[in-house]
Nanobody, 118 residues
Framework: QVQLVESGGGLVQAGGSLRLSCAAS????????VGWFRQAPGKERDFVAR???????YYADSVKGRFTISRDNSKNTVYLQMDTLKPDDTAVYYC????????????WGQGTQVTVSS
């Protein structure tokens, strides 16, 4: 059983930065991939970024060049550094664990709100 807890959300002006954290407990953190997703009001949940256990990263086109995903296996934590934020980035951000290596996510955090003002 894996538990994920996101933190670091908040209110920021357009052009600003935030760093989200996803702290994991349970399971073997260094052996699975973790992804970030976001869901804006009235919209579907969208993929943002993914980092494999080897540290290979993937990004949605909408955040490429602005967001950076990283992991610290010594702290069982994955980070999402978000720079040059835009109002369209406003959403609840969720981290999720792919513990089976099937590119599907079987554990999810509760989410953290990010609001970008114009």
């Amino acid at each position: 059983q894996v538990q994920l807890v996101e933190s670091g959300g908040g209110l920021v002006q357009a052009g600003g930065s935030l760093r989200l954290s996803c702290a994991a407990s349970g399971g073997s953190f260094s052996s699975y991939a973790v992804g970030w997703f976001r869901q804006a009001p009235g919209k579907e949940r969208d993929f943002v970024a993914r980092i494999t256990w080897r540290g290979i990263t993937y990004y949605a086109d909408s955040v490429k060049g602005r967001f950076t995903i990283s992991r610290d296996n010594s702290k069982n934590t994955v980070y999402l550094q978000m720079d040059t934020l835009k109002p369209d980035d406003t959403a609840v951000y969720y981290c999720a664990a792919d513990t089976r290596g099937l590119a599907t996510y079987d554990y999810w955090g509760q989410g953290t709100q990010v609001t970008v003002s114009s």
